[in-house]
T-cell receptor, first 112, second 111 residues
Framework: DTEVTQTPKHLVMGMTNKKSLKCEQH?????MYWYKQKAKKPPELMFV???????INESVPSRFSPECPNSSLLNLHLHALQPEDSALYLC???????????FGQGTRLTVV | SQQGEEDPQALSIQEGENATMNCSYK?????LQWYRQNSGRGLVHLIL?????REKHSGRLRVTLDTSKKSSSLLITASRAADTASYFC???????????FGQGTRLTINP
């Protein structure tokens, strides 16, 4: 299994809603990432988890709250988002010894 | 923060032609990777070249790396319509390190 699975594929939420994005991999990867991508732009790193611990936070606003409950799962909790947070949110994972990252298909988030 | 620039930003060619994309980066690297992204979907790893390598091939892909100029190029030979996608170079990554992407080249292959 070389897949990273993200759910949901699409999400529309109001600015007062609370929602969560989920990411799952069963490749034994111990590094997991959240990226945000706006249209026609490259992915921008948000968070990195290493062995279930948050190792990098790229000064992301607190309305985004990551969680890594176990080695296979990564969540991104969303609260009080702004319309400018609308984007494609990508999850990725990588093996501790190798550089290649495996990406999920993303969640297309629209904040209304 | 983004690592560097890619050019061209957009490239449109006829099927069967070769496509060349360039990437420049700013800091010293251990390796450089290329990824492909089909419209609005996830990224797929294409190829990795290490800092002590100058050229690498994988199928119809050829990557070069010039560390003295801090630049890399990706050549896709005999292009196909299915190659239509955005292509990104990336540096870093591995061991839970940052993987930082260039601005990307949007490649369109016309049938």
């Amino acid at each position: 299994d070389t897949e990273v699975t993200q759910t949901p594929k699409h999400l529309v939420m109001g600015m007062t809603n609370k929602k969560s994005l989920k990411c799952e991999q069963h490749m034994g990867h111990r590094a997991m990432y959240w990226y945000k991508q706006k249209a026609k732009k490259p992915p921008e790193l948000m968070f990195v988890y290493s062995y279930e611990k948050l190792s990098i936070n790229e000064s992301v606003p607190s309305r985004f709250s990551p969680e890594c409950p176990n080695s296979s799962l990564l969540n991104l909790h969303l609260h009080a988002l702004q319309p400018e947070d609308s984007a494609l949110y990508l999850c990725a994972s990588s093996h501790p010894r190798y550089t290649e990252a495996f990406f999920g298909q993303g969640t297309r988030l629209t904040v209304v | 923060s983004q690592q560097g620039e890619e050019d061209p930003q957009a490239l449109s060619i006829q099927e069967g032609e070769n496509a060349t994309m360039n990437c420049s980066y700013k800091t010293s690297i251990n390796n450089l990777q290329w990824y492909r992204q089909n419209s609005g979907r996830g990224l797929v790893h294409l190829i990795l070249i290490r800092s002590n390598e100058r050229e690498k091939h994988s199928g119809r892909l050829r990557v070069t790396l010039d560390t003295s100029k801090k630049s890399s190029s990706l050549l896709i030979t005999a292009s196909r319509a299915a190659d239509t996608a955005s292509y990104f170079c990336a540096t870093g990554g591995g061991g839970a390190q940052k993987l930082v992407f260039g601005q990307g080249t949007r490649l369109t292959i016309n049938p």
